[in-house]
């Protein structure tokens, strides 16, 4: 892999997807500050607002210099950082701290919006709902209000069409429960043992399929919130329904095993209110809950969030660059391909966008020289 010397040029451009940027950066700090603000926006519905923070704290997070009052006329020329985040900024950089943030951070609607948006099937203005119409404040409130009303689908459930998994839906009281287990992050020795076991029972239903741990795992965190697996088989035949196939096949085998407890989606479906940038794509996937096998070793079992991934071989490739992340990259990524590259990226693929000339990149390398983009390490891709 070629080894890209750092200029100036590469941390401040406008795209994520050209600045390297590591899992830890030197303001990490003041990342974590803005990004409060970014999250109250998010759960308050502000999401103009909680993107254009979202952009500040990407090309904070690639500035490679720790931050003093003479880095300041620098950062104020990065591209798309305005005034007022020039300000939060400032005031980080005078006082150590940013005011909003605190207030924020101990604001009991922060606290209350934050906690019932990690529950899987809530999202923010469902838990703006919950807080607003229902006075609901507490997970025990939570708890009471979800008891109390018959299981309805969570908005992701609404118009898919029907699971062909007998593995049940992975309800909002279901996930309540499960809550505990969910919250806790996953150490990368399970995330590997966890592709691991998944590959043995796919071996079992079909010799020779490829597969790779992408999202967070693959850009280095430590820990990560779930499993994201790419897979495929050599032998695919791309628009049969082979690929869904093998994916249906492998989360009810690993039901059946035990292996799975809970599906929250199956097939290729979108979400009608997916907004147009975000990682939802025609790829087949299903988003599971995994328990490892019970093992003498182990003294408790955590249910884990696996999402697989099914690709034909023709699109493992950008299936693997789409789904590596940082979200920021991906933004940008597709961003790049089509303003500056006249190009359409997404996980299924790379056409030109005048006459919809496909392309089939054989590695991720390819991927990066159709795109016209330096090669990036996975592992600095934390934009
Ligand atoms: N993704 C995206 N846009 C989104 C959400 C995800 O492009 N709105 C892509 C990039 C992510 C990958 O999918 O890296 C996996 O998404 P995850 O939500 O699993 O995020 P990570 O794997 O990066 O982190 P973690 O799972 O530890 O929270
Ligand atoms: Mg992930």
Redesign the pocket.
């Known amino acids: 892999e070629e080894h890209v010397e750092l200029t100036k040029a590469h941390y401040t451009s406008r795209y994520a997807c050209l600045r390297p940027c590591p899992l830890v950066c030197p303001n990490q700090q003041l990342v974590q500050q803005l990004g409060i603000i970014r999250r109250s926006r998010e759960l308050e519905g502000k999401d103009v607002n909680a993107l254009s923070y979202d952009r500040t704290i990407s090309l904070l997070k690639a500035y490679p210099y720790r931050l003093t009052s003479s880095k300041l006329p620098e950062v104020s020329t990065l591209p798309g950082i305005g005034e007022k985040m020039i300000s939060k900024i400032s005031e980080y950089v005078k006082h150590g701290r940013i005011r909003e943030s605190e207030t924020i951070a101990a604001s009991a609607r922060f606290k209350s919006l934050s906690e019932f948006t990690t529950i899987y099937g809530i999202g923010a203005s469902t838990a703006r709902k919950l807080f607003d119409t229902f006075g609901l404040r507490t997970m025990a409130d939570l708890e009471e209000h979800y008891a109390s009303r018959p299981a309805s689908p969570t908005h992701h459930q609404r118009g898919e069409r029907k699971l062909n998994t007998p593995a049940p839906v992975l309800s909002i009281p279901a996930a309540l429960e499960l809550r505990t287990d969910l919250d806790e992050k996953i150490p990368r020795a399970e995330v590997g043992l966890m592709h691991d076991i998944v590959m043995a029972e796919l071996g079992k239903l079909r010799s020779g399929c490829l597969s790779t741990i992408?999202?967070?795992?693959r850009?280095g965190?430590a820990e990560?919130?779930?499993v994201?697996i790419v897979i495929t088989h050599p032998t695919l035949v791309s628009g049969s329904d082979q690929v869904k196939g093998l994916g249906e096949l492998l989360v009810n085998r690993l039901y059946e095993r035990g292996l799975i407890t809970h599906v929250m989606h199956l097939s290729g479906f979108q979400p009608a209110n997916a907004l147009r940038t975000?990682?939802w794509d025609t790829l087949e996937k299903a988003l599971t809950v995994f328990i490892l096998p019970p093992d003498n070793s182990r003294s408790r079992r955590i249910h884990r969030r696996l999402?697989l991934i099914f690709a034909a071989p023709e699109a493992y490739w950008t299936a693997i660059t789409?789904?590596?992340?940082?979200?920021m990259f991906?933004?940008d990524l597709r961003l790049w391909a089509k303003v500056e590259r006249g190009l359409k990226f997404d996980s299924t693929g790379i056409t030109r966008r005048r006459d919809s000339k496909p392309y089939f990149p054989r590695s991720e390398k390819e991927v990066f020289d159709l795109l016209g983009l330096e090669w990036i390490d996975p592992t600095m891709r934390n934009a």
């Open positions: 992408v999202g967070g795992y850009r965190k990560s919130n779930d994201d975000s990682h999402d789409g789904w590596t992340g940082s979200k991906e933004r």
